[in-house]
């Protein structure tokens, strides 16, 4: 069965740098697009970010493009997000989600989750 | 401010049935597939619908979807009391280069 999951949440300082990863399990990782979404405590769902199979083309959202980078480890079967110059309002619960098709969603299969908690 | 537009909430009494609305532009909702999620609380969210109005296997046919220019619905009938939970749509917008949700709709089942 497909799993997802979600490591590398905690508490970080504002300015500083956290990495999350999601490991992929029960299906063939190399044959999807995966995307980030988080969700603030209390808010609603925000798409982070994506990357494509080959880890050759990603975009994201305008809130993270410059200090956030997502990549992937085919190899690993394992998706990451790097996230630097850490901000409060980066706060939230992170999923990884797998994309059903092509790129554009819709996100078929999520993780649990991993808190990211920026504060000083 | 979310780019999609959802009520904040809806209600309706066991065994009724809700609709769910969910507004967005030539940009996003016009020119791509709309699904819908699911999220019980303290869970993460469950794709119920995709490409406007298909169902992944193992959601019952209780939940549809449609879409109709850049405007969306979710359906919902014979409420049940488990399906409290949020409800949001998302799709991806042409222009932003990005994927969009609405702000989410809290369904109580009264």
């Known amino acids: 069965q497909v799993q997802l999951v979600e490591s590398g949440g905690g508490v970080v300082q504002p300015g500083r740098s956290l990495r999350l990863s999601c490991a992929a399990s029960?299906?063939?990782?190399?044959?999807?697009?995966m995307h980030w979404v988080r969700q603030a405590p209390g808010k609603g769902l925000e798409w982070v970010a994506v990357?494509?199979?080959?880890?050759?083309?990603?975009y994201y959202a305008d809130s993270v493009k410059g200090r956030f980078t997502i990549s992937r480890d085919n190899s690993e079967n394992t998706l990451y997000l790097q996230m630097s110059s850490l901000r409060a309002e980066d706060t939230a619960v992170y999923y990884c989600?797998?994309?059903?098709?092509?790129?554009?969603?819709?996100?078929?299969?999520w993780g649990q989750g991993t808190l990211v908690t920026v504060s000083s | 401010q979310s780019v999609l537009t959802q009520p904040p909430s809806v209600s309706a009494a066991p065994g009724q049935k809700v609709t769910i609305s969910c507004s967005g532009s030539?940009?996003?909702?016009?020119?791509?597939?709309v699904s819908w999620y699911q999220q019980l609380p303290g869970t993460a969210p469950k794709l119920l619908i995709y490409?406007?109005?298909k169902r992944p296997s193992g959601i019952p046919d209780r939940f549809s979807g449609s879409k109709s220019g850049t405007s969306a619905t979710l359906g919902i009938t014979g409420l049940q009391t488990g399906d409290e939970a949020d409800y949001y749509c998302?799709?991806?917008?042409?222009?932003?280069?990005?994927?969009?949700f609405g702000g989410g709709t809290k369904l109580t089942v009264l």
């Open positions: 989600a797998r994309d059903r098709k092509i790129g554009y969603g819709p996100f078929d299969y």
């Open positions: 029960g299906f063939t990782f190399t044959s999807y697009v």
């Open positions: 990357v494509y199979n080959a880890g050759n083309y990603k």
């Open positions: 030539s940009s996003n909702i016009g020119d791509n597939y």
């Open positions: 490409d406007n109005n």
């Open positions: 998302g799709t991806w917008d042409t222009s932003l280069s990005a994927g969009v």
